[in-house]
């Protein structure tokens, strides 16, 4: 069974029809980057599979869980699927490790000391165990990008969205990033992430999901659609990345 099942989504912002029926299976421990045109659907179709937009047709489902329009059952679902978005939004007075904490404490009831223990964990494993005690602006994008993975990480996800996580970062922090992202998808965590790092997608991902005016365009293993573009857009969209 596929963690993520998107069938026929459709999605309209007023008279602009944004998802024209996207059906897209995601399994278990599998990474896919979603690339694209600016515009195509991207942010869109990650903010509806985690129930940020309402989506028009079609279904979602999540670990077998239909998404539906209920608040528990959207409470539920953003408890299945951590999302990362390209602006890092920590709570800039509080420590790194409670803002690790605090979702877990808040909304899982965790206890404090659990929290901290799962935070503290969380944040050496993007290489951050030191700055427990430090604050958001004493970090450097990269690191307070990293502190973002680890906060999505102590709601213990299947899976984490990412949008365009090192987009807002300096070229020199991109890497330290996409390491952490390469060791959790090492470790089967399932990944879903919009990404121009075409290096990064060639080399980590199982699939690649080309997205153009709002369908799945061509969709493939890396090697396929870069070695083998078979539609002028996505031979045209290579060619402005490289
Ligand atoms: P991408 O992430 O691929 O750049 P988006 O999903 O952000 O694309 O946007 C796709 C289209 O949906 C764009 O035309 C954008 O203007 C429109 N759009 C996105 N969000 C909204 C919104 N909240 N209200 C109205 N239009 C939106
Ligand atoms: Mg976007």
Known sequence: MPLIAIDNVKKRFGDNEVLKGISLDVEPGEVIAIIGKSGSGKSTLLRC????ESIDEGNISVAGAKLGASELELRNLRLKVGMIFQQFNLFPHLSVGRN??????????VSEAEAMKTAKANLEKVGLGHKFDAYPDQLSGGQQQRVA???ALSMSPQALLCDEITSALDPELV??????????A????TLLMVTHEMRFAREVCNRLVFMHQGKVHEIGPPEELFGNPKTPELQQFIGMTQ
């Open 149 to 151: 993975i680890a906060r």
């Open 100 to 109: 690790v904490m605090i979702a877990p404490m808040i909304v899982k009831g």
């Open 175 to 184: 890497n330290e990033v996409l390491t952490v992202m390469r060791g959790l």
């Open 186 to 189: 090492k470790e089967g965590m």
């Open 49 to 52: 599979i985690n129930g940020l």
